[in-house]
């Protein structure tokens, strides 16, 4: 990334199981082509980043990783507390204090707004879409903005258009990196009049 590398400790093994509750896959264990994307996105961005960067789902912690190496106040969440541990361990590797903590869409307990608000592949869940808007408006400072990069699929569209029925602004480019899936990137600023 612009002549940056970054080296990431993950399991020795990701096993994806067939359970059907999204709360039990441990998909925080790979490094997705849309956790690549964002934090390109990012790094590219680094010279004008805003101040404070919120990282939803986290993973293993790249795109706060970018962030707070970019010059921002990055804090990292997840839904699985050993997720946290491995965003920490990669924040540390790379000089990092990287604030981790755990948090669940659907009781949002973090009480603190940031500037972006930024994420990776969280959009494949349709019945957690309503909770996810609750999160980005409970945490976007006023004039804040999210930047959320997926896989092209109906899903991020789905949630692209019931935000936008509601009165946010959407803006959704298509990218693609080299030997990697099409990702689609999805900017939202909240309606100003809330």
Request: hydrophobic share 45%; with cysteine.
């Given at each position: 990334m612009g002549g940056r590398t970054w080296t990431l400790l993950k399991p020795a093994e990701v096993v994806l199981t067939s359970a059907t509750d999204p709360d039990a896959i441990p998909f925080w264990m790979d490094l997705w082509?849309?956790?690549?994307?964002?934090?390109?996105?990012?790094?590219?961005?680094?010279?004008?980043?805003?101040?404070?960067?919120?990282?939803?789902?986290?993973?293993?912690?790249l795109a706060g990783l970018v962030a707070a190496e970019a010059g921002a106040w990055?804090?990292?969440t997840d839904l699985f507390p050993e997720a946290l541990e491995f965003a920490r361990l990669n924040?540390?590797?790379?000089g990092v204090d990287l604030p981790c903590f755990a948090c669940d869409w659907r009781r949002f307990a973090l009480r603190r707004r940031f500037d972006l608000v930024v994420g990776a592949d969280l959009l494949y869940e349709p019945t957690l879409h309503d909770a996810l808007?609750?999160?980005?408006l409970s945490a976007l400072a006023p004039g804040g903005r999210a930047v959320l990069a997926c896989p092209s699929r109906r899903y991020g569209l789905q949630f692209a258009a019931?935000?936008?029925?509601?009165g946010w602004g959407v803006k959704v480019d298509c990218l693609a990196r080299a030997g990697a899936s099409e990702v689609a990137l999805y900017e939202a600023v909240p309606p100003t009049d809330l």
């Open positions: 082509d849309s956790s690549l994307l964002l934090a390109e996105y990012l790094w590219e961005r680094r010279g004008v980043l805003p101040p404070s960067i919120l990282d939803l789902g986290c993973g293993l912690g990055a804090v990292a924040g540390l590797r790379h808007e609750s999160v980005l019931e935000l936008e029925a509601k």
